[in-house]
């Protein structure tokens, strides 16, 4: 029996399978998943059980969940898909006869408004309805922030459309620290854990850590809906994946990505990464 990790190639799959081989998870005990599995041979490697898995494709579903006791569903990207993809993986996760599922989902879930927050209820109910499951509600990533850092120092400005919503972001490996504790633990079948970073900030205070960690001054711009829409359509992203960023934007300008219940920290048994440190990090 084992835990299986979908979208191990992922930035936050990679993280939960270091995260699980941290907590002392054999690399035998671990089955990670990829629609690609040779970007996953570093982990094959190292001895974990590499196998393909694509949502898309119920027949590759068996294989490779076969034996699993536990599994991690990373959601998938794309939105438009994502509730029948995750219906396929929660199917053939209950035929493999798996004891918990542990679904990476969003803050708020249960109340979101968002299109992404939408999406991520409903395969909450799937998995209610099916198989034991413990909720992450994932807050922002951190990492949407500091991935974009040379840009922003470039044009001098962090442009947004949140307003004075507060953003509860953590990095990816807090969170898929969450996940590994979740899933080498007892008792968290039925939970929904609310997860975000012990410090929420606003853009403008986000802005205003970038210009004191990088010594460049960095202006907070906040626009409307459309204006933002037209900047991101401008650098280059499809109009769909701006739509789901601005409708995100609009739901952090509501509260829906802010938490202070402190379950992220209580689970990682540690603070959060604060975002100065983030900054740093994505400096060097």
Excluded: C
Aim: charged share 20%; no cysteine; aromatic share 4%.
């Amino acid at each position: 029996m084992s835990i299986v990790v979908t979208a191990a190639s992922s930035h936050l799959g990679r993280h939960a399978v270091e995260a699980l081989l941290a907590r002392g998870v054999p690399a035998s005990g671990i089955v990670a998943t990829s629609r690609d599995v040779s970007r996953i041979k570093d982990f094959a490697d190292r001895g974990v059980v590499v196998r393909r898995a694509d949502f898309a494709e119920p027949d590759s579903l068996p294989a490779a969940f076969e034996g699993v006791e536990k599994l991690l569903l990373i959601s998938t990207t794309d939105v438009d898909e994502r509730v029948a993809n995750h219906r396929r993986a929660i199917d053939a996760a209950v035929a493999a006869g798996a004891s918990l599922v542990a679904y990476t989902s969003m803050l708020h879930a249960d109340t979101a408004t968002s299109v992404l927050g939408v999406t991520h209820y409903a395969t909450e109910q799937d998995l209610r309805d099916r198989v034991p499951s413990v909720m992450l509600r994932n807050g922002w990533y951190l990492e949407n922030y500091t991935g974009q850092l040379s840009q922003v120092l470039r044009g001098g400005a962090l442009a947004g459309a949140t307003g004075q919503g507060r953003i509860s972001a953590a990095t990816r490996a807090d969170y898929a620290d969450a996940a590994a504790v979740v899933l080498t633990t007892d008792g968290h079948a039925g939970r929904a854990y609310e997860l975000g970073g012990d410090e929420a900030f606003t853009l403008a205070e986000l802005a205003a850590t970038i210009s004191a960690v990088t010594g460049t001054q960095i202006a907070h711009v906040d626009l409307t809906a459309e204006a933002f829409t037209q900047v991101l359509t401008d650098a280059g992203l499809p109009a769909e994946l701006a739509h789901v960023l601005v409708d995100a934007d609009l739901a952090m300008g509501r509260g829906e990505l802010f938490t202070d219940t402190g379950d992220l920290r209580r689970l990682i048994g540690r603070p959060t990464v604060r975002q100065a440190e983030a900054i740093s990090a994505a400096l060097n």
